[in-house]
């Protein structure tokens, strides 16, 4: 059984959100959140909003035990880009890509 939470059209590159994805993946739950409270950076806020919308899913959709969560799965993929040209020398244009992501957390109950 797992539960899930997903934020859409964050605007925020799934490249920095990823290296956070990384150091709560197989954590418990409560230990994930103190990463991430801790971490200073901005995808940390997002991720706990997500995560904390996942252990509530949990709780109340699945009626599982906080103290057995853990983070089975958190990742970042890309959203759609938003592009703007910026000038540049001779009359060319360089493009700005202003990138979104989804930012998941799956959680699970440890046997």
Request: glycine content about 4%; charged content about 30%; some cysteine.
């Amino acid at each position: 059984m797992e539960a899930r939470a997903i934020a859409k059209y964050v605007r925020i590159s799934p490249l920095k959100v990823n290296f956070i994805c990384k150091e709560i993946r197989g954590k418990q739950v409560d230990e994930a959140l103190s990463i991430l409270r801790f971490t200073p950076k901005q995808g940390a806020r997002v991720l706990e909003k997500v995560l904390t919308s996942a252990i509530a899913n949990a709780e109340n959709n699945f009626n599982m035990d906080r103290d057995n969560l853990f983070v089975a799965d958190a990742y970042a993929n890309d959203g759609p880009h938003m592009k703007r040209f910026r000038p540049k020398a001779r009359g060319m244009a360089y493009p700005i890509l202003k990138r979104s992501s989804h930012i998941g957390v799956v959680v699970k109950e440890r046997d």
